[in-house]
């Protein structure tokens, strides 16, 4: 069982940075994939970016590429998505995911087992 509790979220202006983290409970966490979904008023959700267990494979969508940054520290139990160059429409509730192993259907939000509450995210003109 692994429980994930996201924070950093809050209001930016555009072309800001922000930084999320996720904490996990459970002493599997190393052994996880992570990974981090966002989703905007009216709007399907949306894969972000995701990150192995070791962290040595990361992967994002294509609209935060270049400007958003999956990383982990195994030894706190933590994820952190770092977000830089903010547009308007990355304003969102931004979840942190985990699963066993990500697979070739990462993008899929069924893929992943474990959901945190998530954390709202702002970006202003």
């Known amino acids: 069982q692994v429980q994930l509790v996201e924070s950093g979220g809050g209001l930016v202006q555009a072309g800001g940075s922000l930084r999320l983290s996720c904490a996990a409970s459970g002493r599997t966490f190393s052994t996880y994939a992570m990974g981090w979904f966002r989703q905007a008023p009216g709007k399907e959700r949306e894969f972000v970016a995701a990150?192995?267990?070791?962290?040595?494979?990361?992967f994002y969508a294509d609209s935060v590429k270049g400007r958003f940054t999956i990383s982990r520290d195994n030894a706190k139990n933590t994820v952190y998505l770092q977000m830089s160059s903010l547009k308007l429409e990355d304003t969102a509730v931004y979840s942190c995911?985990?699963?066993?192993?990500?697979?070739?259907?990462?993008?899929?939000?069924?893929?992943?087992?474990?959901w945190g509450q998530g954390t709202q995210v702002t970006v202003s003109s």
């Open positions: 990150i192995s267990w070791s962290g040595s494979s990361t």
């Open positions: 995911v985990a699963v066993p192993a990500l697979g070739s259907n990462y993008r899929s939000p069924l893929r992943y087992d474990y």
